[in-house]
Protein backbone atom coordinates (compact mmCIF):
# COMPACT_ATOMS: atom_id res chain seq x y z
CA UNK A 1 0.00 0.00 0.00
CA UNK A 2 1.23 3.38 -0.98
CA UNK A 3 2.61 6.03 1.54
CA UNK A 4 -0.68 8.32 2.58
CA UNK A 5 -3.35 5.34 1.65
CA UNK A 6 -3.63 4.63 5.62
CA UNK A 7 -7.18 6.98 5.15
CA UNK A 8 -8.45 4.03 3.11
CA UNK A 9 -8.73 1.56 6.04
CA UNK A 10 -11.19 0.66 7.87
CA UNK A 11 -11.97 -1.88 10.79
CA UNK A 12 -11.92 -5.03 8.80
CA UNK A 13 -8.04 -4.10 8.50
CA UNK A 14 -7.12 -4.29 12.24
CA UNK A 15 -4.89 -7.13 13.29
CA UNK A 16 -4.44 -7.99 16.63
CA UNK A 17 -0.52 -9.01 16.99
CA UNK A 18 0.25 -12.49 17.28
CA UNK A 19 1.48 -14.34 21.10
CA UNK A 20 -0.15 -11.49 22.81
CA UNK A 21 -2.72 -12.27 25.48
CA UNK A 22 -4.49 -10.10 28.21
CA UNK A 23 -3.88 -13.74 30.53
CA UNK A 24 -1.70 -12.27 33.02
CA UNK A 25 2.04 -14.50 33.17
CA UNK A 26 2.46 -17.38 35.55
CA UNK A 27 4.99 -17.09 38.01
CA UNK A 28 5.07 -20.23 38.90
CA UNK A 29 8.25 -22.05 37.57
CA UNK A 30 8.91 -26.18 37.35
CA UNK A 31 9.93 -28.37 40.57
CA UNK A 32 12.21 -29.90 38.94
CA UNK A 33 11.90 -33.11 41.61
CA UNK A 34 13.71 -35.22 39.09
CA UNK A 35 16.69 -33.33 38.77
CA UNK A 36 19.80 -35.18 39.51
CA UNK A 37 22.10 -34.06 42.45
CA UNK A 38 25.94 -33.29 41.30
CA UNK A 39 29.05 -31.32 41.96
CA UNK A 40 30.86 -28.91 40.07
CA UNK A 41 34.49 -29.96 38.93
CA UNK A 42 35.41 -26.85 36.62
CA UNK A 43 34.42 -24.19 35.12
CA UNK A 44 35.17 -23.00 31.28
CA UNK A 45 33.46 -20.00 28.91
CA UNK A 46 29.82 -20.88 30.08
CA UNK A 47 29.68 -24.34 30.58
CA UNK A 48 30.07 -26.48 33.89
CA UNK A 49 31.53 -29.83 34.24
CA UNK A 50 29.46 -31.96 36.48
CA UNK A 51 30.40 -34.93 38.63
CA UNK A 52 27.18 -36.94 38.97
CA UNK A 53 26.92 -37.41 42.52
CA UNK A 54 25.30 -41.03 42.66
CA UNK A 55 27.88 -42.06 39.76
CA UNK A 56 31.37 -39.88 40.36
CA UNK A 57 32.65 -40.78 37.06
CA UNK A 58 29.84 -39.51 35.11
CA UNK A 59 30.90 -36.41 33.71
CA UNK A 60 27.88 -34.35 32.91
CA UNK A 61 28.51 -30.72 30.83
CA UNK A 62 25.80 -28.10 31.49
CA UNK A 63 24.53 -24.72 31.07
CA UNK A 64 22.90 -22.56 33.00
CA UNK A 65 19.10 -22.45 33.14
CA UNK A 66 17.49 -19.20 32.27
CA UNK A 67 15.28 -18.83 35.21
CA UNK A 68 18.87 -18.86 37.56
CA UNK A 69 19.83 -15.45 35.86
CA UNK A 70 23.11 -14.71 36.71
CA UNK A 71 23.77 -16.54 40.04
CA UNK A 72 26.90 -17.32 40.21
CA UNK A 73 28.52 -20.70 40.51
CA UNK A 74 31.87 -21.86 40.81
CA UNK A 75 34.23 -25.38 41.44
CA UNK A 76 32.56 -27.19 44.25
CA UNK A 77 29.16 -25.89 43.96
CA UNK A 78 26.63 -28.81 44.79
CA UNK A 79 24.23 -28.39 41.68
CA UNK A 80 20.90 -29.94 40.46
CA UNK A 81 20.65 -30.71 36.85
CA UNK A 82 18.00 -31.96 34.34
CA UNK A 83 17.81 -32.98 30.45
CA UNK A 84 20.53 -34.99 29.11
CA UNK A 85 22.66 -35.99 32.25
CA UNK A 86 24.10 -39.36 30.35
CA UNK A 87 27.26 -37.57 29.79
CA UNK A 88 27.99 -38.67 26.08
CA UNK A 89 29.86 -36.45 23.92
CA UNK A 90 27.71 -33.45 22.38
CA UNK A 91 25.18 -33.18 25.09
CA UNK A 92 24.21 -30.63 27.00
CA UNK A 93 22.29 -30.82 30.55
CA UNK A 94 21.16 -27.52 32.48
CA UNK A 95 21.55 -26.33 36.10
CA UNK A 96 18.19 -25.56 37.42
CA UNK A 97 19.31 -25.26 41.24
CA UNK A 98 22.20 -24.15 43.26
CA UNK A 99 22.88 -25.30 46.79
CA UNK A 100 23.45 -23.23 49.54
CA UNK A 101 27.20 -23.06 50.11
CA UNK A 102 28.53 -24.97 53.75
CA UNK A 103 31.90 -23.07 53.09
CA UNK A 104 33.72 -20.60 51.13
CA UNK A 105 37.05 -19.57 49.96
CA UNK A 106 37.21 -16.00 48.92
CA UNK A 107 39.76 -13.50 47.90
CA UNK A 108 40.49 -10.33 46.29
CA UNK A 109 43.51 -9.02 43.94
CA UNK A 110 44.82 -7.18 46.44
CA UNK A 111 43.70 -5.42 49.96
CA UNK A 112 42.19 -2.66 47.81
CA UNK A 113 40.33 -4.71 45.32
CA UNK A 114 36.35 -4.21 45.57
CA UNK A 115 35.73 -7.12 43.62
CA UNK A 116 35.45 -10.63 46.12
CA UNK A 117 36.42 -13.94 43.73
CA UNK A 118 35.15 -16.88 45.17
CA UNK A 119 37.70 -19.84 44.62
CA UNK A 120 35.53 -22.65 45.46
CA UNK A 121 32.45 -23.19 47.52
CA UNK A 122 31.77 -26.74 50.15
CA UNK A 123 35.45 -27.54 50.71
CA UNK A 124 36.38 -29.05 53.98
CA UNK A 125 39.61 -28.30 54.25
CA UNK A 126 42.24 -25.70 52.81
CA UNK A 127 46.13 -27.23 52.11
CA UNK A 128 48.58 -24.51 52.03
CA UNK A 129 50.86 -25.88 50.31
CA UNK A 130 54.10 -24.35 51.33
CA UNK A 131 58.09 -25.01 50.17
CA UNK A 132 60.56 -24.77 52.80
CA UNK A 133 63.00 -23.91 50.63
CA UNK A 134 62.82 -22.77 46.63
CA UNK A 135 61.04 -20.51 47.17
CA UNK A 136 61.75 -19.66 50.75
CA UNK A 137 58.12 -20.08 52.89
CA UNK A 138 56.52 -16.80 53.59
CA UNK A 139 54.77 -16.49 56.50
CA UNK A 140 52.87 -13.37 55.55
CA UNK A 141 50.81 -15.64 52.90
CA UNK A 142 50.64 -18.65 55.05
CA UNK A 143 48.64 -15.93 57.64
CA UNK A 144 46.56 -14.64 55.12
CA UNK A 145 45.47 -17.83 53.52
CA UNK A 146 44.58 -18.96 57.77
CA UNK A 147 42.49 -15.89 57.90
CA UNK A 148 40.33 -17.01 54.19
CA UNK A 149 39.94 -20.50 56.16
CA UNK A 150 38.39 -18.97 59.67
CA UNK A 151 36.25 -16.68 57.60
CA UNK A 152 35.20 -18.92 55.21
CA UNK A 153 34.42 -22.01 57.09
CA UNK A 154 37.35 -24.25 55.94
CA UNK A 155 39.91 -26.29 58.05
CA UNK A 156 43.35 -25.07 57.54
CA UNK A 157 46.53 -27.78 57.05
CA UNK A 158 49.63 -26.64 56.21
CA UNK A 159 51.19 -28.85 53.71
CA UNK A 160 55.25 -28.45 53.66
CA UNK A 161 57.15 -29.52 50.44
CA UNK A 162 60.55 -29.77 49.74
CA UNK A 163 61.51 -31.16 53.06
CA UNK A 164 64.69 -32.56 51.63
CA UNK A 165 66.04 -29.46 51.32
CA UNK A 166 65.13 -27.77 54.87
CA UNK A 167 63.72 -28.78 57.92
CA UNK A 168 60.81 -27.79 58.93
CA UNK A 169 60.90 -26.95 62.94
CA UNK A 170 61.17 -23.35 62.58
CA UNK A 171 57.99 -22.99 60.45
CA UNK A 172 56.34 -25.35 62.31
CA UNK A 173 56.95 -23.87 65.91
CA UNK A 174 55.48 -20.95 64.40
CA UNK A 175 51.94 -22.20 64.22
CA UNK A 176 51.91 -24.25 67.36
CA UNK A 177 50.24 -21.94 69.18
CA UNK A 178 47.23 -21.71 66.45
CA UNK A 179 47.05 -25.56 66.57
CA UNK A 180 47.30 -25.51 62.96
CA UNK A 181 47.59 -29.03 61.59
CA UNK A 182 50.48 -30.17 58.92
CA UNK A 183 51.90 -32.62 56.96
CA UNK A 184 55.38 -32.51 55.44
CA UNK A 185 56.37 -33.59 52.37
CA UNK A 186 59.75 -34.48 49.89
CA UNK A 187 59.89 -35.89 46.45
CA UNK A 188 61.60 -39.27 47.71
CA UNK A 189 58.94 -40.18 50.09
CA UNK A 190 55.33 -41.80 49.59
CA UNK A 191 52.34 -39.42 50.66
CA UNK A 192 50.64 -41.92 53.11
CA UNK A 193 50.28 -38.99 56.00
CA UNK A 194 48.63 -36.84 53.33
CA UNK A 195 46.43 -39.41 51.85
CA UNK A 196 44.86 -40.11 55.26
CA UNK A 197 43.72 -36.59 55.92
CA UNK A 198 42.53 -36.47 52.49
CA UNK A 199 40.35 -39.72 51.91
CA UNK A 200 36.81 -39.00 52.12
CA UNK A 201 36.79 -34.92 52.29
CA UNK A 202 36.70 -32.09 49.10
CA UNK A 203 40.25 -30.64 49.79
CA UNK A 204 41.23 -27.27 48.01
CA UNK A 205 44.99 -26.87 47.67
CA UNK A 206 46.44 -22.98 47.64
CA UNK A 207 49.99 -21.74 47.10
CA UNK A 208 52.79 -19.70 45.21
CA UNK A 209 53.62 -20.84 42.26
CA UNK A 210 56.96 -22.69 41.97
CA UNK A 211 56.27 -24.67 45.43
CA UNK A 212 55.51 -27.85 44.14
CA UNK A 213 51.61 -28.01 44.44
CA UNK A 214 50.90 -29.07 40.86
CA UNK A 215 53.41 -31.86 41.05
CA UNK A 216 52.16 -33.28 44.20
CA UNK A 217 48.60 -32.82 42.72
CA UNK A 218 50.32 -35.35 39.87
CA UNK A 219 50.95 -37.77 42.63
CA UNK A 220 48.18 -37.57 44.73
CA UNK A 221 45.84 -37.83 41.60
CA UNK A 222 48.30 -39.74 38.32
CA UNK A 223 45.65 -39.20 35.47
CA UNK A 224 45.69 -35.45 36.62
CA UNK A 225 48.57 -34.41 34.03
CA UNK A 226 48.53 -31.02 34.88
CA UNK A 227 51.86 -29.13 33.72
CA UNK A 228 54.22 -28.40 36.29
CA UNK A 229 56.91 -25.69 35.64
CA UNK A 230 60.45 -24.75 37.32
CA UNK A 231 61.20 -22.64 39.52
CA UNK A 232 63.07 -18.93 37.58
CA UNK A 233 65.98 -17.75 38.95
CA UNK A 234 64.37 -14.94 40.98
CA UNK A 235 62.87 -17.53 43.31
CA UNK A 236 59.38 -16.68 42.01
CA UNK A 237 57.93 -20.04 39.61
CA UNK A 238 55.42 -19.29 36.78
CA UNK A 239 52.01 -19.90 36.98
CA UNK A 240 51.31 -23.33 35.73
CA UNK A 241 47.48 -24.03 36.95
CA UNK A 242 45.05 -21.86 35.27
CA UNK A 243 41.79 -22.55 36.81
CA UNK A 244 40.54 -24.31 39.64
CA UNK A 245 39.68 -27.97 38.63
CA UNK A 246 38.13 -30.54 41.48
CA UNK A 247 40.03 -33.91 40.96
CA UNK A 248 38.77 -37.17 42.05
CA UNK A 249 41.33 -39.22 44.00
CA UNK A 250 41.51 -42.68 43.22
CA UNK A 251 39.11 -45.09 44.24
CA UNK A 252 36.28 -41.91 44.90
CA UNK A 253 37.78 -41.53 48.13
CA UNK A 254 37.52 -37.79 47.92
CA UNK A 255 38.32 -34.64 45.76
CA UNK A 256 41.34 -32.61 45.52
CA UNK A 257 40.49 -28.93 43.64
CA UNK A 258 43.43 -27.51 42.45
CA UNK A 259 43.97 -23.73 42.33
CA UNK A 260 45.50 -21.28 40.23
CA UNK A 261 49.38 -19.97 41.64
CA UNK A 262 48.61 -16.69 43.52
CA UNK A 263 51.14 -14.33 43.89
CA UNK A 264 49.05 -12.14 46.22
CA UNK A 265 46.05 -12.86 48.76
CA UNK A 266 43.73 -10.01 49.03
CA UNK A 267 42.08 -9.88 52.06
CA UNK A 268 39.38 -6.74 51.13
CA UNK A 269 36.37 -8.72 52.39
CA UNK A 270 37.32 -9.39 55.74
CA UNK A 271 37.13 -7.28 58.61
CA UNK A 272 39.25 -7.65 62.25
CA UNK A 273 35.99 -8.68 63.47
CA UNK A 274 35.39 -11.28 61.06
CA UNK A 275 38.76 -12.59 62.80
CA UNK A 276 38.42 -12.51 66.06
CA UNK A 277 34.83 -14.23 66.00
CA UNK A 278 36.46 -17.73 64.81
CA UNK A 279 38.52 -17.71 67.49
CA UNK A 280 36.51 -19.15 70.98
CA UNK A 281 37.07 -16.88 73.80
CA UNK A 282 38.05 -13.84 72.25
CA UNK A 283 34.64 -13.32 70.67
CA UNK A 284 33.15 -12.23 73.70
CA UNK A 285 35.94 -10.59 75.10
CA UNK A 286 35.84 -8.38 71.91
CA UNK A 287 32.67 -6.80 72.28
CA UNK A 288 33.84 -4.93 75.02
CA UNK A 289 36.45 -3.30 72.92
CA UNK A 290 35.67 0.25 71.63
CA UNK A 291 33.97 0.74 68.09
CA UNK A 292 36.74 0.59 65.11
CA UNK A 293 38.92 -1.47 67.36
CA UNK A 294 41.51 -3.48 65.30
CA UNK A 295 42.65 -5.57 68.07
CA UNK A 296 45.71 -4.79 67.59
CA UNK A 297 46.74 -3.96 71.13
CA UNK A 298 48.91 -0.60 71.29
CA UNK A 299 49.87 1.87 70.03
CA UNK A 300 47.33 1.60 67.08
CA UNK A 301 44.22 0.24 69.48
CA UNK A 302 45.15 1.38 72.81
CA UNK A 303 41.99 0.26 74.64
CA UNK A 304 41.69 -3.40 73.35
CA UNK A 305 40.62 -5.47 76.05
CA UNK A 306 41.68 -8.55 74.52
CA UNK A 307 44.70 -8.23 76.58
CA UNK A 308 42.80 -9.17 79.66
CA UNK A 309 41.95 -12.40 78.17
CA UNK A 310 43.29 -14.54 81.07
CA UNK A 311 46.14 -17.29 80.35
CA UNK A 312 46.08 -16.36 76.38
CA UNK A 313 49.18 -14.57 75.91
CA UNK A 314 50.46 -17.02 73.27
CA UNK A 315 47.69 -17.36 71.31
CA UNK A 316 46.66 -13.23 71.55
CA UNK A 317 49.74 -13.00 69.98
CA UNK A 318 49.36 -15.61 67.00
CA UNK A 319 45.99 -14.19 66.79
CA UNK A 320 47.21 -10.41 66.18
CA UNK A 321 49.92 -11.62 64.01
CA UNK A 322 46.87 -13.02 61.70
CA UNK A 323 45.43 -9.31 62.46
CA UNK A 324 48.60 -7.52 61.47
CA UNK A 325 48.75 -9.50 57.78
CA UNK A 326 45.22 -8.64 57.41
CA UNK A 327 45.92 -4.72 57.74
CA UNK A 328 48.93 -5.17 55.65
CA UNK A 329 51.38 -4.13 58.56
CA UNK A 330 53.23 -7.66 58.14
CA UNK A 331 54.71 -9.39 55.20
Given at each position: ??????????????????????R???????????????????????????????????????????????????????????????????????????????????????????????????????????????????????????V???????????????????D???????Y?????????????????????????????????????????V???????????????????????????????????????????????????????????????????????????????????????????????????A????????R?????
Open positions: MARGDWRKLDESDVRVRPGKSTPRSKRRPSHADAVPAMVTSVDRGRWRCAVEADPDRAVTAMRARELGRTPIVVGDRVHLVGDVSGKPDTLARIVRVEERASVLRRTADDTDPYERVVVANADQLLIVTALADPPPRTGFIDRCLACYTGGLDPVLCLTKADLAPGDLLAEADLEVPAVVTRHDAPLDDLLGRLAGRVSALVGHSGVGKSTLNRLVPDAELATGEVSAVGKGRHTSVSAVALPLPGNDGWVVDTPGVRSFGLAHVTADDIVGAFAGFAEAAEECPPGCGHLGPPEDPDCVLDDVPSAATRLSLRRLLASAGLAD
